[in-house]
């Protein structure tokens, strides 16, 4: 039989491991706000000799079977900080996170042995981060916590990975003592598009916040999302946007081309328009509006125009927010209800960013009120207004080219 129609057996695994076929990738975490690299997550890779590059979907549950789970995560240690030093001289802080499985979390002498190994390899707890899935909390909590505590005795760091994926209750989430949490790819990745994932991970941000938590964003893949998570105050990302998994030997170079500035690519503009206003730079004003509705949008900016308003336009938060540091507008007349980015979470973005610019809600019937009390808005309008009513509260907050 050829070796490609074989099944690959647990002891194909042991034997990869045994004979250093196993290597590993690497995957770097960003600061959202800083743009600086805060560690790199390590990836097992398999490299077979025929079937070339085996993905761990297909080698972990092997290793799991042949109880080589262990040794994998003690491998990847090892070749982790053989290379960090030489990382940390461009990125002093920088760790590696090393997934940790069930059931390595279960072995009672998963703790003795990690500090052998420090012992041994002249490493220090501070530069890892064990990444613990959620759904290995579930599995034998009370054995899963002591574990916990006792690699953090040791200096380590913890993260739950894939979170929304392990079903814990949210009363067993407030006990667990871990550093961070990573909202699993299957939320953030389509969160742009899909209003019910981006309700989720808004959710779980606040969340992992009023616990203490640091939060990550796996699964990043453009633009938008990158900022989008970053306005609604995640703290750290992950994912193809920023790089791919890389070799170790290509690390060091990406380490030296990154740039954190362009990284966090709203700071720079906030900041511009920060310094403008500090020295009473005077920019053409208008007046923003944003709302998914693209016949209401005409509407407003028709009668805005013709009262001589300079007026800009945004289709979600997200746009919106973007338009808000570029166009500098007196004024926001807003709706509640959009895609990508809503009227709360705009709110909420703009408010974290420090920016105080007179907001308008702008959203059906006596909802209107409520809204904007709770956001503590400026002013509303209740769908449907008057037009002079539009006008009126426009003209409280910005000045028309003609009047
Ligand atoms: P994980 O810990 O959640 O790792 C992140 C996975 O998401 C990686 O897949 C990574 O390549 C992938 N990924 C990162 N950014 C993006 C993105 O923007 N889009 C998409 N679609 N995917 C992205 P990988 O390397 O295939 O690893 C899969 C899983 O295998 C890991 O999920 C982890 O649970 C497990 N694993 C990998 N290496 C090890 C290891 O050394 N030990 C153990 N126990 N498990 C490992
Ligand atoms: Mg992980
Ligand atoms: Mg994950």
Redesign the pocket.
Known sequence: MLPLETRLVPEDFEQALAHGDVG??L?PLVNLRSGNVVRL?????WQHPVRGQI???TF?PL?ERCGA?TS??FH?LRQASDRLPDWRQRVPDLRVA????VQ?MQDPLFADRLAAFLKCNGASAKWFDL?I?ESTFMHEPERTLQAVEEVRKLGFVVSI??FGTGYSSLGYLATLPVNAV?I??QFV?PMTTDHRREAIVRATIALGHDLGFEVVG????DRETWELLGALGCDVA????IA??MSPGDVRSWLEVWDPHLAAVRRPRLEAARRASAHGARSPRHVLVADDEPAIVEMIRDILEEYGFRVVTAANGSEALRLVEEAEPEVVLLDMNMPVLDGEGFVAAVRARGLRIPIVVMTAGSSAKRWAAELGADAYLSKPFELASLVDVTKRFATSGSG
Not at 41 to 45: H, I
Not at 98 to 101: M, P, S, Y
Not at 238 to 241: A, E, I, R, T, V
């Open positions: 590993i990738a995957q997550e390590a990836l097992a890779r993905a761990p979907a972990i290793a789970v994998l995560a990847v090393v997934n940790i499985c390595t990444e899935t990975d894939d990573k699993d790819r990745t796996e699964g990043v893949e992950q994912g193809y946007h791919r998994p």
